[in-house]
């Protein structure tokens, strides 16, 4: 390709969905990354320990990602999502040992309300309006606000999913982003519901066929090539200066698209206002294969464990807002999860080979006062623009949102 060059400063999923919109547009696009791979915080590694391909974290979609599956179906990957023909999602509780299935319909008029087989045990139809508080709540009120966060129905379904969604204990979350995760899932009916999961892994989902695509229609790929400085000049950047390719001159038609984590979009533009608050999550993975019958996602209440993942090798465990958790040791940590994990699913208790990943900045902490901090794509700059799941996507830092915002910077970019 000619003309100006689109330069897109991270490999992660904003800045690759970004890269595929753009190749197809007929924009030159340089895409560099500051690590040795591409994928950020949704890819697959090696890891020695296991001996086996893992997950960084575990990520469930929904059918109702519709730019997600957008995203796939453009780089070739749109079979490489596993799920059930219809929405159903498996709970178990530890405490009393009791398990249901909540199935909802595929319509929008939810009448599965009014089977008791399909929804939480203990629970009446009315306690599911609780939500319409959150659904009418302003922008600057928390879930706690907006809705009664006690009961058997919040601790069992909405409590889970909102934390899950948020990475933040719902009752301090933005009712704001929590509505629009409502709107999108139960809110659309079943058919927006069905869970999906990357059955091979994030990579070769999302992060091998998207390279292999935007390289195939010209794209030049530049990995541990850091971006250390912008050189700013008035209303625009000027020049870039990487730790591999070294300084850029940027012409007058030369773009810049930011996909990097918060902080360092902050020390690359100043005055840039950026969240600035964040939430861990931690994930455990055991190399032991998955009983015959165990749901591919099973949440789980009163319990450490909130998520468990069946892959056809290993179980994984998913923890969310896990801040509490970073000071625990990790051999602890890996013992106390696999006693859950061999309570849920009758294995032995004997501890299988381990690993626990723990992130400490994996989201924006999704309050009201940190949302009102994500910058719009658009910046003072005439030629550079924002992406990732931390700008104001109208939803939490989710792969949804990764995506929406690097459709939204491409879109941005003078064609």
Known sequence: MTGPAVHVVGAGLAGLS????????????????????AGGRCRSYYDPALDLV?????????????TVLDYLGRIGAGDSLRGPASAAFD????????????????????????????????TRVRDYLAPLGVLRAPAHATVGEAMRCAGPLYERLWRPVLLAALNTDPKDGSARLAASILRETLGAGGQACRPLVAANGLSASFI????AYIAARGATIRFADRLRSIGLDGDRAATLDFTGSGAVALSSGETVLLAVPPWTAR???????????????????????????????LGIVNGLTEWL?????????????ADRLFDVPRETLAADIWREVAALTGLSDTL??????????????????????????????????LAGDWTQTGLPATIEGAVRSGYKAASLMPR
């Not at 970004?18 to 791979?37: D, K, S, W």
């Not at 249901?100 to 008029?109: A, E, F, I, S």
């Not at 626990?356 to 910058?375: L, M, N």
């Open 91 to 122: 709970f178990a509780d530890l405490a009393s040992g009791a398990r249901w299935r909540l199935r909802p319909n595929d319509g929008r008029v939810p009448w599965w309300l009014f089977d008791r087989s399909r929804r939480v045990p203990e």
């Open 208 to 211: 091998d066929p998207a390279l």
């Open 54 to 66: 893992i997950d960084n974290g575990n990520h469930l979609l929904l059918s109702g990602n519709r």
């Open 352 to 385: 299988p080979p381990w690993q626990i990943v723990r992130e400490k900045r994996a989201t924006f902490a999704a309050t009201p006062s940190q949302d009102a901090r994500r910058p719009q794509a658009r910046t003072r700059w005439t030629n550079v623009v």
């Open 267 to 297: 020390e690359l533009l100043p005055g840039l206002e950026v969240p600035d608050a964040f939430r861990a999550i931690v994930n455990a993975h055991f190399r032991v294969k998955p009983p015959a019958g165990l749901a591919p996602v």
């Open 309 to 321: 993942f069946a892959y056809p090798q290993h179980l994984s465990v998913t923890i969310s807002s």
């Open 18 to 37: 970004a890269a595929v919109r753009l190749v197809e547009a007929g924009c030159r696009v340089v895409l560099h990354e500051a690590a040795p791979a």
